[in-house]
Antibody
């Protein structure tokens, strides 16, 4: 059974960079697309982007200028960096696997942007 | 970007009743439409993919239909555990987009 677990700081200051890591267990990261999705408190879902196992990426145009994704196949992990954060970036951040659908998700990690 | 509009925003029904949820796309997504269920404190889980195919382990009371721009998720007879928020998502184009959700609540 594939499992995903997000990790990273729960509090980030405005204008700084949000950094999260997703650790995948029970399966190899060397296939499929690995995705970040966020959900502001009480609101809907926003696709941030994906990184393919080859390292190619595709980001949401609304966030593209601030997003960087990477992966570490030796650790079976992939990561998200979101720069110049504001309060609007406060959300529950999920990592997920896309195999036609987002079939496996982490539990999500809440990131609050506040000074 | 393809905009998905779900209706109604909230649906109040009783266990045993039939639920019909709609999702309309701003342009054709062919059959590349997915439905998710999200319960409080949990990640979404896929129910229906490619408009009408049940995901692994999903009960037969859940069904999906539609193509192009108009899609429907039907729950034939509501069980207590079905009260949740439902999202549609298109996988036809980039960026992937979600509808705003329909909250299915107990009447």
């Amino acid at each position: 059974q594939v499992q995903l677990q997000e990790s990273g700081p729960g509090l980030v200051k405005p204008s700084e960079t949000l950094s999260l890591t997703c650790t995948v267990s029970g399966g190899s990261i060397s296939t499929y697309s690995w995705t970040w999705i966020r959900q502001p408190p009480g609101k809907g879902l926003e696709w941030i982007g994906y990184i393919y196992y080859t390292g190619s990426t595709n980001y949401n145009p609304s966030l593209k200028s601030r997003v960087t994704m990477s992966l570490d196949t030796s650790k079976n992990q992939f990561s998200l960096k979101l720069s110049s954060v504001t309060a609007a970036d406060t959300a529950l951040y999920y990592c997920a696997r896309e195999a036609a659908v987002f079939d496996y998700w982490g539990h999500g990690t809440l990131v609050t942007v506040s000074s | 970007e393809i905009v998905l509009t779900q209706s109604p925003a909230t649906l109040s029904l009783s266990p045993g009743e039939r639920a019909t949820l709609s999702c309309r796309a701003s342009q054709s997504v062919s059959s590349y439409l997915v439905w998710y269920q999200q319960k409080p404190g949990q990640a979404p889980r896929p129910l229906i993919y490619d408009a009408s195919n049940r995901a692994t382990g999903i009960p037969a009371r859940f069904s999906g239909s539609g193509s192009g721009t108009d899609f429907t998720l039907t729950i034939s007879s509501l069980e207590p555990e079905d009260f949740a928020v439902y999202y549609c998502q298109q996988r036809s184009n980039w960026p992937r987009t979600f509808g705003q959700g329909t909250k299915l609540e107990i009447k």
